[in-house]
């Protein structure tokens, strides 16, 4: 059990003003506060407020907002003697907002041990809901494991004395920074975050004399991630807290610090990869991790181009033949063959597949029927390829693989009268459905009744769109689609939870002209493309997997077509769309 909370610093405390040049017994112990904090050398120690005590102590003061007296006075005697966390609030002499960030967004963490001051194992949740916290704004996943499953992090209430970092003598806790600039385990894992059990009283929320564990493990927990002390009053990384108190909401100091140290990665720029198209462009990835995409040329044939190694450079254009009249879909068998498919000039289906995976190309096989939109494709959960296209009668008719990677049904309709090409994706419980706008300009769907089975008649999702729906799946299961609105701007619903009801129209901003394109980035946060009013690419993405949206920025470039984007085997996302000379411009990842 945990004593009652002693006075923070006691030598420090019992010190009485010293002006500077002034001498007084006891010094030492503020020198020594200086030091361990980062304002002083550690070797400086003079029983006199000299000119490098003093300039150090200006130093404190500025930091923490108060008169910079460079005397050791009594508002800095108060500040002085706040518990606070172990970790220093100048590197080198010098403040510093963030120091390094983690190579990889998906964190791991076990506890090894908790406090007899809290019944049951509250404290632990209080740890994870601070983990929440921090995800909630930034695009980390952190993953709870075992002790003995290598974690990234490691949480227990400590001694004072931690042999690892003291805690002695008004410390409330202490981590670590990220494995690149760490200064307890360097570049060792586990990194830990250790609280004081001899020396403070823990709680559940605010309690007199005691210290509530979900503030205190917000802040280590910033440090975990790189963000180093801040001088921004009532900030969470601000180095002090008292007892009976709570700082559980992070300001936008915080927010604005962790997403400086891990800021969207850096795009490439606009790179042609040649030819001139006509249609828009549809990518796909081989079975060998080799991405490839597909256009109609000016003679109306289906043209191509695929990476020489997954993740590098280009082929050049390939004539695959055929004359086509709509865009290209492609999907992949279960047997890891790419099939694409387009409306001829008689109004049917026809595909093509490749003979073997990452391989040769079938030729052209009609399946029959005639379309007034483009062809959407998907998977069963069963891997039976389905494809979905409005029929003359603008209702939605569909066709499906018998088998897996086999033939095909033959035509049947999903009744209603459509507006849009479809949208389709795939629910966490393995259910298909699919999206398209109605005759009252609003969304409507439909989705299977169990997991490559039947389905379930239309239901609208309201709204007034004039652009085709683009859909994703979040890191957390729940499915999400957007589309424009009539004001220009991107609207977008999202599934309350994973296979389940919808929440309603939102809008994030903007004014778009073209189709909305949707990817995940390798770290779990969806992302989103579009068209701006200068004809450029604009586009938003999630602070963190499943959550809130970063504000419009834009790619540059004129482009005159909706945009395709994929994902390369080396996690670094890729978008393509064709520019004002008609041939196929893109921009990458330069890092995952």
């Not at 570049?187 to 929320?205: M, Q, R, T, Y």
């Not at 909401?249 to 001139?276: C, F, H, K, M």
């Not at 398209?436 to 039947?454: C, E, I, L």
């Amino acid at each position: 059990m945990a004593q009652a909370t002693v006075t923070a610093f006691p030598e420090v405390a019992k010190l009485p003003t010293v002006d500077v040049g002034d001498t007084a017994k006891g010094l030492d112990a503020v020198q020594g506060f200086l030091s361990r904090f980062g304002y002083l050398p550690k070797s400086h120690r003079t029983s006199k407020v000299d000119e490098t005590t003093s300039r150090a102590l200006k130093k404190y003061q500025e930091f923490h907002g108060i008169a910079t007296t460079g005397a050791f006075d009594e508002h800095t005697r108060t500040l002085m003697t706040q518990p606070r966390c172990a970790m220093a609030d100048l590197r080198d002499g010098i403040e510093f907002a963030t120091t390094c960030g983690w190579t990889r967004r998906n964190l791991t963490f076990a506890f090894d041990t908790g406090t007899d001051d809290i019944t049951g194992s509250q404290e632990f949740d209080a740890v994870r809901n601070a983990f929440n916290s921090w995800a909630g704004v930034v695009g980390f996943t952190f993953n709870e494991v075992a002790t003995n499953q290598s974690p990234d992090i490691l949480i227990g209430w400590r001694p004072a004395n931690d042999p690892d970092h003291s805690m002695v003598g008004g410390v409330l806790a202490h981590s670590d920074f990220p494995p690149g600039c760490g200064v307890v385990t360097n570049g060792s894992l586990p990194k830990p975050v250790h609280f004081d059990d001899s020396e403070n009283s823990w709680s559940i929320g605010s309690a007199v004399g005691s210290f509530d564990v979900e503030s205190v493990a917000l802040h280590e927990l910033g440090h975990i991630l790189g963000l180093g002390h801040s001088s921004v009053s009532g900030a969470v990384m601000a180095p002090s807290i008292g007892p009976n108190s709570t700082k559980r909401t992070l300001t936008q100091d915080d927010i604005d610090g962790v997403r400086n140290l891990y800021a969207p990665s850096a795009w490439s720029g606009w790179e042609s990869l040649g030819g001139v198209i006509t249609s828009n462009i549809a990518t796909c990835v081989n079975s060998d991790g080799r991405m490839e995409f597909f256009a109609r040329g000016t003679d109306n044939a289906v043209w191509h181009q695929w990476q020489t190694a997954p993740s590098n450079g280009w082929s050049g254009w390939e004539s695959l033949g055929g004359v086509i009249t709509s865009d290209i879909a492609t999907c992949v068998n279960s047997d890891g063959r790419m099939e694409f498919f387009a409306r001829g000039t008689d109004g049917a289906v026809w595909h093509q597949w490749q003979t073997a995976p990452s391989n040769g190309w079938s030729g052209w096989e009609s399946l029959g029927g005639v379309i007034t939109s483009d062809i959407a494709t998907c998977v069963n959960s069963d891997g039976r390829m389905e494809f979905f296209a409005r029929g003359t009668d603008g209702a939605v008719w569909h066709q499906w693989q018998t088998a897996p990677s086999n033939g095909w049904s033959g035509w049947e309709s999903l009744g209603g009268v459509i507006t849009s090409d479809i949208a389709t994706c795939v629910n966490s419980d393995g259910r298909m459905e699919f999206f398209a706008r109605g005759t009252d300009g609003a969304v409507w769907h439909q989705w299977q009744t169990a997991p490559s089975n039947g389905w379930s008649g239309w239901e609208s999702l309201g709204g007034v769109i004039t652009s085709n729906i683009a859909t994703c799946v979040n890191s957390d299961g729940r499915m999400e689609f957007f589309a424009r609105g009539t004001d220009g701007a991107v609207w977008h619903q999202w599934q309350t939870a994973p296979s389940n009801g919808w929440s309603g129209w939102e809008s994030l901003g903007g004014v778009i002209t073209s189709n909305i394109a949707t990817c995940v980035n390798s770290d779990g946060r969806m992302e989103f493309f579009a068209r701006g009013t200068d004809g450029a690419v604009w586009h938003q993405w999630q602070t963190a997997p499943s959550n809130g949206w970063s504000g419009w920025e834009s790619l540059g470039g004129v482009i005159t077509s909706n945009i395709s984007v994929n994902v390369n085997s080396d996690g670094r996302m890729e978008f393509f769309a064709r520019g004002t000379d008609n041939a196929v411009w893109h921009q990458w990842r330069t890092h995952a």
